[in-house]
């Protein structure tokens, strides 16, 4: 049995690996800036340099494999990145054979939402089922699906876009993938941020306007939060409103899965209170499964570590299964 | 390696059974009228005669197990019905235990609609790929999900209600479940049947209110089709507004599950001609993630045989697994 796994998580901020042992301890840790704009070779080079360093000193304990989380939608078979929007250049680069010509040894490449719930279901809220859908509300809003405690993979190597589920189909907003009324321009933390800006053009805060002229004129789902928080009625609304449309795809979610848990991660998860009473009622409403199990809604633990954990025991998973 | 399986499927209406060949082909084959008013002890008879007829006569060739297809809830582990509706008394019977002591052979349960989805993936359209959704088009809507070549369990045995995922949040009709819009109450044969009704209420179709008459006054999806292919506008809007909601609920399973198959069955399946195009309209319209892969969705090809097909395919995927 393998002692250890390297976790890598290539974000479009930091670039993170820790070494972690097959019971879930950090054994090192390692952390730089993504020097995104010095090109795809000095990010590679950053990877490489991370995997060392928390390899080191290790003694004699067996290394499973390096596991890679990665922006992106993954050709699993092929180790590359199909789709990256946030990764220019690299598209079709083989980096699973390039990581492991350079690393001698096995490298697993992953989405990194995929990774997250992953590393939700073997350290976090999930390590007491099989299955689990984790769902993370940012400026976008991503998932990744545990079926019999694996990551579900449709033949890209991920499971679609939860974000884009419709979840208002006749009065919802236009989403930049040219839909109406995606979950993601309904629930994300840029849909907060607009209706907080829909808000001061219908003059409806003053509050509101104030904070964000104190913000240099930038709106964003934080402000709303704040006002929200301070009694504004109508910011207090439109995270009501970002959680009857998030509880409307939560329920699609648990009427399609019937899994026992579903985790929310992300920005927003700090505005729990302002928009769970909302979508925990959306629910009950539209789901007969959600009512009549034991189905649990909650907030992911991991935070930020999620994908680095998830990543890592990608090779020791696939070490147990192998043996 | 198994030589063959049995497969039985607990219709409604007919209860059947079938040795298959672990190459797909029909061995021999059972049908009698399920006789559900005699009781559950009387069924279970049935079903092992039926399995006790069509093993017979198998010379020395090596059975694999029976599977079992059945409308309603399964807890696997336990090998039980836990919720049908259309079974009453059979909830938290024993089945699988009942039926492997009167048969002497590994007996697994499944809920019809998985086994419907199987036999599609092993002998149907599903063959060239491991992922697919079955979709089943009848007076309610049921479904079945593959994922790697198995089916998706969750913790009650299989995945969950497709038919209650809204479609029609704002504007849809009240579903039996307690929810409005759901994907059952807009493109079930029922629907459109309803519809139908709503036509004639409307005295907007003199064609269908005749062809409601001369049928003893029942409205039915059958006579919806028939003025619509008459030429009847109205009845053709009726399986146009179908074929929307139906798009809305493909586009929202091809969006969280990017798989490149789903299939679609049921009796509506003969009215294609009708819905498909408003369908595929909306696929498009909502569903990035199909227009940009070859996400196929078509006609499921095994029809009523495929549930027993896939109950057959249970024991020998079974056994292919443990060799």
């Known amino acids: 049995m393998a002692d250890f796994g390297i976790g890598v998580d290539l974000g479009g901020t930091n670039l993170r ?19 995104r704009g010095k090109g795809r070779d000095k990010v590679v080079a950053g990877m490489v340099e991370g995997v060392r360093k ?14 890679v989380g990665v922006p992106g939608l993954i050709e699993l078979e092929k180790g590359l990145i199909h789709k990256a929007p946030n990764l220019p250049g690299w598209e079709n680069f083989p980096l699973r054979d390039e990581l492991e010509s350079k690393l001698g040894c096995p490298v697993l490449l992953e989405n990194d939402a995929n990774a997250a719930a992953l590393g939700e279901y073997w350290l976090g809220p999930g390590h007491d089922v099989n299955d689990l859908v984790l769902v993370t509300l940012g400026t976008g809003i991503g998932g990744g699906i545990i079926s019999g405690g694996k990551i579900l993979h449709d033949y890209l190597g991920m499971a679609g876009d939860i974000g884009h589920v419709t979840v208002e189909p006749n009065s919802g907003m236009l989403c930049g993938c040219g839909n109406y009324g995606c979950l993601e321009v309904q629930s994300s933390a840029t849909a907060v941020a607009r209706m907080g800006n829909d808000v001061i053009h219908a003059r409806r805060s003053d509050l509101l306007a104030e904070l964000k002229a104190k913000n240099a004129g930038r709106m964003t789902s934080q402000l709303v939060h704040e006002a929200a928080k301070a009694g504004d009625h109508e910011a207090q609304r ?25 985790l929310l991660a992300g920005g927003l998860l700090a505005a729990w209170d302002l928009f769970a009473p909302a979508m925990f009622d959306e629910i009950e409403h539209r789901s007969v499964t959600f009512r009549e ?20 025991f990608l090779p020791i998973q696939h070490k147990l299964h192998q043996a």
Do not use: C, K
């Not at 080191?56 to 499973?64: I, P």
């Not at 009857?244 to 899965?257: E, H, K, S, Y």
């Not at 199990?293 to 890592?312: H, I, P, S």
């Open 293 to 312: 199990t034991d189905t649990r809604v909650e907030n992911a633990t991991l935070g930020t570590q999620a994908g680095l954990y998830g990543a890592a």
């Open 238 to 262: 439109v995270y009501m409103r970002m959680g009857v449309a998030l509880g409307r795809g939560m329920a699609t979610l648990i009427d399609i899965f019937n899994f026992p848990l579903y």
């Open 54 to 67: 928390v390899r080191e000193g290790r003694g004699d304990a067996t290394l499973a494999g390096i596991g």
């Open 17 to 35: 690996a820790a070494a972690v042992s097959a019971e879930g301890r950090i054994l090192d840790q390692f952390q730089i800036f993504t020097p």
